[in-house]
């Protein structure tokens, strides 16, 4: 069983640069939820796609966006880039199939705005 | 909203202890509470899993407790060893939000030799 893949592992973008984040999600699972992390503190939620739909959003803005794709993976656009984006970018996997949705993430990109 | 507060902020142990890190969230009607690991620039691992149905979850040396009613999740780690230091992340999903997970600002465990 594969488990959650991501790329790049690390980037460096210029403040007002656009980034695309790719994810795999994990055999069998059709939710992929990505996460944002500043330094020190915990994940914050920035949305979720389920079988290619977006299923929730945290509150951020409308320059981030995502996709998800047939195959379940999925990417996470953030244009117009800020300082204040620089952080770590999780993305997770679940499904209803396991029926207490426990989310499975991946290693992240580190994500460096100058 | 669901707020997440995680008890103390850093931890530093000698090695052999054991140890209890705290998790609190505001809203009880939770599904399920995870406990996580991360490594310095690293992914999540999880941990533990415990289903509002439950009262707890046992996984080798670690033990994690739920009491929905107070809003409280304990992890506790036995015989502590270096190995063991990292961030220690709880997270409760919001089941009217695509069951998002909201997290606390997590525990930096240091055990020392």
């Known amino acids: 069983e594969t488990g959650v893949t991501q790329s790049p592992t690390h980037l460096i973008k210029t403040r007002g640069q656009q980034v695309t984040l790719r994810c795999s999600s994990q055999?069998?699972?059709?939710?992929v939820s990505w996460y944002q992390q500043a330094l020190g503190q915990g994940p914050q939620f920035i949305f979720q796609y389920y079988r290619e739909e977006e299923n929730g959003r945290g509150n951020f803005p409308p320059r981030f966006s995502g996709l998800q794709f047939p195959n379940y993976s999925s990417e996470l656009n953030v244009n117009a880039l800020e300082l204040d984006d620089s952080a770590l970018y999780l993305c997770a996997s679940s499904s209803e199939q396991t029926a207490v949705y426990e989310q499975y993430f991946g290693p992240g990109t580190r994500l460096t705005v100058t | 909203k669901q707020e997440v507060t995680q008890i103390p902020a850093a931890l530093s142990v000698p090695e052999g202890e054991n140890l209890v890190l705290n998790c609190s969230f505001t809203?009880?009607?939770?599904?399920?509470l995870q406990w996580f690991r991360q490594d310095p620039g690293k992914g999540l691992t999880s941990l533990l899993l415990i289903q509002s149905s439950q009262r707890e979850q046992t996984s080798g040396r670690l033990n994690a407790s739920l009491d929905k009613s107070s809003g409280r999740s304990t992890l506790y780690i036995a015989a502590s060893q270096p190995g063991d230091s990292a961030t220690y992340l709880c997270a409760v999903p919001d089941n009217n939000a695509g069951n998002m997970l909201t997290f606390g600002g997590g525990t930096r465990l240091m055990v020392k030799p």
């Open positions: 809203d009880s009607a939770i599904y399920n």
């Open positions: 055999s069998g699972h059709n939710t």
